[in-house]
């Protein structure tokens, strides 16, 4: 089991452009929820998706959005990018029934450098 | 809203010492806690969830509902257990995980 995939690893894009992340739940999973994570700061929610819906929405403007797939697999978009949304940006798996009682399991995240 | 707050950035000890990594919580729902461990070069991973009430590898960790804190101790250190440590709070609904900005543990020799 390969658990969490993202892709890509690292990606360069330049203030104004937009973006998209991927994601691949664990297998058996069917939740996925996206996380920001600052040098030196914790994950910061995002959202989270489930049948896919976006089920709860953490502090982030609309220029960040999401998609979940039949496949449950997931996108993140972020459009008109600046400078502050350098950061590593976590996916996160789970199943729905158990509502993450069971815990997330997490991908290796992708870099993103706006420059 | 929900809040964790981990206070210490860092915590440095010897081997073989007791550890303890600090974690409140604010939450006016029933809080469900977890820590969580990122290990150098390895994605984060569940390291405990207090629902269960056990020990891995060595560590435990006690809901205080009364001084909102959760955390994260261990008897005897050792070098493998240098990691950074996060502290994260899952809302009733299950849909949203709070988490804390981590406390970094280096155990030295």
């Known amino acids: 089991d390969a658990g969490v995939t993202q892709s890509p690893t690292h990606l360069i894009k330049t203030r104004g452009q937009q973006v998209t992340l991927r994601c691949s739940p664990k297998?058996?999973?069917?939740?996925v929820s996206w996380y920001q994570q600052a040098l030196g700061q914790g994950p910061q929610f995002i959202f989270q998706?489930?049948?896919?819906?976006?089920?709860q929405r953490g502090n982030f403007p609309d220029r960040f959005s999401g998609h979940q797939f039949p496949n449950y697999s997931s996108e993140l978009n972020v459009n008109a990018l600046l400078l502050g949304d350098s950061a590593l940006y976590l996916c996160?798996?789970?199943?729905?029934?158990?509502?993450?009682?069971?815990?997330?399991?997490f991908g290796s995240g992708t870099r993103l450098t706006v420059v | 809203a929900q809040r964790v707050t981990q206070p210490e950035k860092l915590l440095s000890v010897f081997k073989g010492a007791p550890v303890e990594l600090k974690c409140n919580y604010s939450?006016?729902?029933?809080?469900?806690l977890f820590w969580y461990v990122q290990y150098s070069r390895q994605r984060l991973q569940l390291l405990l969830r207090?629902?269960s009430r056990e020990s891995i590898k060595g560590f435990t960790a006690d809901l205080n509902k009364g001084e909102t804190s959760f955390h994260l101790k261990k008897p005897f250190a050792q070098e493998e257990d240098s990691a950074m440590y996060y502290c994260?709070?899952?809302?009733?609904?299950?849909?949203?995980?709070?988490f804390g900005g981590g406390t970094r543990l280096m155990v030295k020799p």
């Open positions: 996160a798996s789970s199943l729905g029934s158990d509502r993450g009682r069971r815990g997330y399991t």
């Open positions: 297998s058996g999973h069917d939740t």
């Open positions: 998706y489930y049948e896919e819906e976006e089920r």
């Open positions: 939450y006016s729902g029933s809080p469900e």
């Open positions: 207090h629902i």
């Open positions: 994260a709070l899952l809302n009733n609904a299950g849909n949203m995980l709070t």
